[in-house]
């Protein structure tokens, strides 16, 4: 990288060392400014902001509002109480989440860290082959397959291996028409995916996770408020087991579920909605920003639908 600066400015005597310096303590400490809905933008140096360790359990946000950076904390704090925010995505197993923290030279051991392997086997692992056990699979030492560790059946390994290379030639298949904008086709493969993996792995699997998000984001893109509609709300118990209760993303994901319940004419679904990601982005977004008035205005516009269609019920049966 020093060397690349040099050539786009020859005519500059630089120090290579110094510029080096530079860029690495801009990898380990820059922060991905994103928008309200947390779509990145770009890339900010905050100095004050880059002193507050990672915990995969965070007590506070980094959220922004045009080129400022706000610290929320998404509980009472009392004094003294080191503030942390999560420099990665958490919703990811341990061993992910420590790999994702190499770049940042940083080694978690949180509570989260120390104590989740079960946390692990729920959101990497197989699900039990008894459809009605909500139980997890673990492999069995000594035999070639997996044993639930709340029924003990076993399912085999060869089985397991079977199906997960079969998911991930769908996989390949489906992301090819993705990316060459065939979202129809793209979520047909899709969907036949998250079949096999509804079957293969537990509910709140990782991987089952991406999947309906990617068919959120298919069907929203092909404007079926449904199927989004539905997938949506696939999601949202895993968010609310994978993120702390006061995190964005499950705020985020109430709005988005409460819109589509509102375009779709659910109204009292979409209050409840609403409401939901209006409790939790009030603590993390602040209340002030164009994002949060809008919020407001579509909660207040659902509580006045709901009202009246309450009071119309009334004077109908007077």
């Given at each position: ?90 919703a990811a197993t341990t061993l992910k989440r420590h790999n994702d923290l190499k770049q940042y030279f ?60 079969e998911i991930l030639l769908l996989s390949d298949k489906a992301s090819s028409f993705l990316s060459s ?62 993120y702390p209760p006061f995190h964005p993303m499950v705020g985020l994901q109430f709005y988005t579920c ?61």
């Open positions: 990288m020093a060397n690349l600066v040099q050539l786009i400015l020859p005519s500059i005597e630089l120090d290579l060392k110094e510029i080096a310096h530079t860029f690495s303590k801009f990898a380990c400490n820059a922060h991905t400014i994103c928008d309200p809905e947390l779509r990145p933008l770009g890339t900010g140096l905050f100095p004050a902001i880059s002193i507050i360790n990672h915990s995969c359990v965070p007590n506070a946000v980094l959220l922004f509002e045009g080129r400022t950076a706000y610290v929320r904390a998404l509980q009472p704090l009392s004094s003294y109480t080191e503030v942390s925010i999560s420099y990665i995505e958490t940083f080694t978690c051991t949180c509570t989260r860290c120390i104590k989740d392997s079960e946390e692990d086997a729920l959101l990497e692992g197989y699900r039990c082959k008894d459809q009605k056990c909500d139980g997890f699979l673990l492999p069995d030492s000594g035999k070639k397959a997996y044993a639930c560790q709340k029924c003990s059946i076993s399912r085999d390994e060869e089985e397991v291996k079977k199906v997960s290379s904008g065939n979202n129809s086709e793209a979520g047909s493969v899709y969907k036949i995916i998250e079949q096999l993996e509804q079957q293969h792995y537990h509910s709140f699997s990782i991987t089952l996770l991406h999947t309906r998000e990617t068919l959120l984001k298919i069907y929203m893109e092909l404007q079926d408020w449904q199927t989004a509609l539905m997938y949506c709300r696939m999601t949202i118990p895993v968010y609310e087991r994978v409460g819109k589509l319940e509102w375009l779709l004419e659910y109204t009292e679904d979409a209050l409840k909605s609403l409401t939901r990601a209006a409790d939790v982005l009030r603590i993390t977004h602040g209340t002030q920003s164009q994002f949060m008035k809008e919020l407001f205005g579509k909660l207040e516009e659902a509580r006045a639908e709901v009202s009246f269609r309450l009071s119309s019920g009334d004077e109908q049966i007077l």
